[in-house]
């Protein structure tokens, strides 16, 4: 996966730079258009050979990309088992995470990615999934105790516990949904300080494991697509990440990041609009500006990269 690291960054900075054109622009279908467009474009230009497995249904009428829909520029002509036969992986996208603010100028908006090797990303039919994330400042053998038959309530005294900081003083990020209504009242009950975000819960995840990201933990029901893309990115930051399938308030096995996303995995995500991970773009007589962030598993390493893409 590294030597198509740069690469997969500047899938997410096509779509990005694309979205951006719609930002404000209250429309969601077209912005939604021409960054899928612009991020399957990218993905057919590099040398490799993918197969999206998080992606858009066929049966949702958007414009992809669609799950099962092969990507990257390697002809049929290669076989498994040939010296010349590419590696295949699976991939991970959402070229728009947070198409309401793309449209409405909001936050956090941004274009992502997750790759791993082939038939190793867990993906669903179902919509929503409970998530729990904690940054690797809890040692992974104290994380991997936190499990969803535990109360909120005493999760949250757990982390802060871990964290060594009074409760009071812990930061929750949490999706601002008539679903949570419940799991807010019993956190602000316990003293716990609350950060409500619209969409985005990638981003929030992300920010669990980034010292200067202000959140310490992350809970709450988003959207199951999002789940094994955020896993990935988890498993880079040597953060925890645990989720389970949700549909009315039944609930399936609980997975971790490494459950989620098996073996090797990267991630990359360009900033469409302004937000704690990611700066969006700008656009300047020089032409578009992006800020992005690419990482891998194996290596652990992290890459800043601010981008001047010429007119």
């Not at 099962?68 to 070229?95: A, C, H, M, R, T």
């Not at 893309?229 to 609980?254: H, V």
């Amino acid at each position: 996966m590294k030597h198509i690291g740069l690469d997969l960054v500047r899938v997410t900075e096509g779509a990005a730079i694309a979205a951006s054109a719609w930002v404000g622009s209250g429309n969601k279908l077209l912005a939604d258009r021409d960054a899928t467009d612009a991020m399957r474009r990218r993905l057919n230009n590099m040398s490799f050979k993918g197969f999206i497995r998080i992606g858009e249904g066929i049966k949702d009428q958007s414009y992809g990309l669609f799950k099962g829909e092969e990507v990257g520029n390697f002809s049929s002509e290669y076989e498994p088992g040939l010296s010349n036969s590419p590696k295949i992986y699976d991939i991970g996208v959402d070229p728009i995470d947070g198409t309401t603010p793309t449209v409405t100028s909001g936050p956090e908006a941004t274009s992502v990615i997750a790759i791993s090797e082939k038939n190793s990303m867990f993906d669903t039919e179902e919509h929503y999934m409970l998530k729990l994330a904690v940054g690797a400042a809890i040692p992974p053998w104290k994380a991997s105790q936190l499990n969803f038959s535990m109360p909120l309530p005493d999760i949250c005294n757990f982390v802060a516990d871990a964290l060594g900081k009074p409760v009071d003083k812990l930061m929750v990020c949490i999706l601002n949904r008539p679903r949570h209504e419940l799991w807010i009242k019993q956190m602000r009950d316990l003293g716990v300080r609350i950060k409500l975000i619209q969409d985005c819960d990638i981003s929030g995840a992300i920010a669990t494991c980034l010292p200067d990201g202000g959140i310490d933990m992350q809970f709450g029901v988003g959207g199951a697509p999002e789940a094994a893309i955020t896993a990935a990115a988890m498993k880079c930051l040597s953060g925890f990440f645990l989720a389970q399938l949700w549909n009315q308030n039944l609930f399936g096995p609980e997975m971790n990041q490494d459950q989620l996303v098996q073996g090797p995995c990267a991630f990359a995500a360009t900033g469409i609009t302004d937000g704690s991970l990611l700066n969006g773009v700008r656009w300047t007589t020089r032409g578009p500006v992006t800020n992005s962030v690419f990482m891998r598993s194996e290596s652990k390493t992290v890459r800043w990269l601010t981008t001047n893409h010429g007119n």
